[in-house]
């Protein structure tokens, strides 16, 4: 069994900065990749940012250069680093990850850009 527990997101004003973490914890022998996705109302879902475990990561272009993702081996924690956020990030971001062929999501939590 394998959870994955959202952390971070609330509410921020354009151009600011928020960090999501996505903790994993059951019987983890090694997951080898880990996304983020988001989905705005009324949109599907899509995949922002990707990391494998040996570090190398990809962007969707609407974020490259704003959003960083990382990862701690050690603790098995995921985070996905926000800056100079806009309106249209706006969404429920999803932490994701495939463990011996199954698919496992975190709960979800909403991130708001508004003045």
């Known amino acids: 069994q394998v959870q994955l527990v959202q952390s971070g997101g609330g509410l921020v004003q354009p151009g600011g900065s928020l960090r999501l973490s996505c903790a994993v914890s059951?019987?983890?022998?090694?997951?080898?990749?880990m996304d983020w996705y988001r989905q705005a109302p009324g949109k599907q879902r899509e995949l922002v940012a990707g990391?494998?475990?040996?570090?190398?990561?990809n962007y969707v272009d609407s974020v490259k250069g704003r959003f960083t993702i990382s990862r701690n081996i050690a603790n098995n924690t995921m985070y996905l680093q926000m800056n100079s956020l806009k309106p249209e990030d706006t969404a429920v971001y999803y932490c994701?990850?495939?463990?011996?062929?199954?698919?496992?999501w975190g709960q979800g939590t909403q991130v708001t850009v508004s003045s």
């Open positions: 994701h990850t495939v463990y011996f062929s199954k698919d496992y």
């Open positions: 990391i494998t475990r040996g570090g190398s990561s």
């Open positions: 059951g019987s983890i022998f090694k997951i080898y990749a």
